[in-house]
Every structure is written in C-alpha cells, then in structure tokens.
C-alpha cells in the first residue's frame, strides 16, 4: 500500500527504493505517475519482468533507472524497458545474473542518450555487448565493466577510442608482461583501471 500511496504523489520526480520488498504489483502501480525521471530498485529481489514491463511502459520520460541485483530480471524485461524508456540517460543493471548480450542489444536499439551505464558483475556479458554500444549509443561517457570476465582488453580500448571512459578489472600489468607468468600471479590481484560509475555494492 505503501508503495500505490507514493505513486499517487503526482509531483513526486526521483524516488529510492532500493533494498524494499516491493513486488511486481508495486511497480506497476509506479507506472501511474508519468511525472518519474529518475527510480531505483537496486536489490530488490521480489521483482520479475512481469513487474519491469507494466512499469516502465507508462514511464516513457524516466531519464535514471536502477535495477542492480535484481537478480529475477531477465533480457525480456530489459527489451521493453530499452524501447519505452527511450530517454534514459542513466541504467544500472549490475549483479543482473540472467542477463546477456541480447540486453544490451536492446539498450543499444532504444537507448540512444545513454551516456551512464553499468553491466559490472554480469558473467555473461561478453565483446558482442561492446560492439552494440558502439554502434547505437554515441552519447556514451561512462560504462563499468567490472567483474565481467568475458570481456577483452581489446574490447575496452576500441570503445574508449571513442571518447568514453571505461572502469573494468583487467589486469593491464599482467597483459603487458605477456604470458610466462603462471596464471596464479598474473589473475591474482586484478587492478581496477578506469573511471568508476555506480558504485557496485558489497556482496558478502
């Protein structure tokens, strides 16, 4: 009830509801103020993408969205958040464990004034999703690849010749001693490099 009675604050813009047991029912009753621009749900479990698409089918200015570790969320949520929310200029959706690269290229095809993204801790997210935010978000400034292990160094360079900074945990280091280090050395303590964005909560 909580949740329907905010919804209803019509000139309510930004509202946190991050680690709250809202559900599905919840979040469509946020679609019933399109006056939202910036909504985050970081950690809350409950959610599905049941919940994602009634919400952000009536969202269409919402400009901030973060759905970090929301770890029910799966790429269908994600196909209809990229093409109603087509104002979006910030999306976390970190720790999302379901997710690929079929989600970024829904981002990358609706997104379009994305200049803030975070896909950290994804482990199924890999140099294709790159290749997609070259193509369909110009505007990008800011992406954090962090604990993403299937995303190269080669990767990371081609899209920060394009002008956007890049947080990721290659050990550059190790890459550039080559590979006679054994392997316990060269991954032991991977080095941040890069420009950190949404900070990624700790996880036990």
Do not use: W
Request: proline fraction near 3%; charge should be positive.
């Amino acid at each position: 009830a909580g949740v329907e009675l905010l919804a209803n604050m019509q000139t309510l813009r930004s509202l946190d509801l991050s680690g709250c047991a809202v559900g599905d029912a919840g979040l469509a009753s946020l679609g019933n103020n399109p006056n939202f621009r910036d909504i985050s749900l970081s950690e809350c479990n409950l959610i599905t993408d049941v919940g994602i698409q009634k919400m952000t089918s009536r969202l269409l200015l919402l400009e901030t969205l973060d759905i970090s570790y929301c770890v029910n969320v799966t790429d269908y949520a994600t196909k209809f958040l990229a093409f109603s929310c087509r104002e979006l200029v910030r999306l976390n959706i970190a720790g999302c464990s379901q997710l690929t690269d079929t989600s970024v290229s829904y981002i990358s095809g609706g997104c379009h004034y994305l200049s803030h993204l975070n896909l950290s801790n994804n482990l199924n997210i890999t140099d294709k999703s790159v290749r997609f935010l070259r193509r369909g978000c110009k505007l990008l400034q800011r992406l954090n690849l962090q604990l993403c292990p299937k995303i190269t160094y080669a990767a990371i360079t081609r899209v920060e010749g394009g002008g956007c900074k890049v947080a990721h945990s290659i050990d550059v280091n190790a890459l550039k001693l080559g590979p006679m280090l054994p392997l316990s050395r060269t991954h032991k303590r991977p080095m941040s490099v890069g420009y950190s964005i949404f900070p990624i909560p700790s996880h036990g």
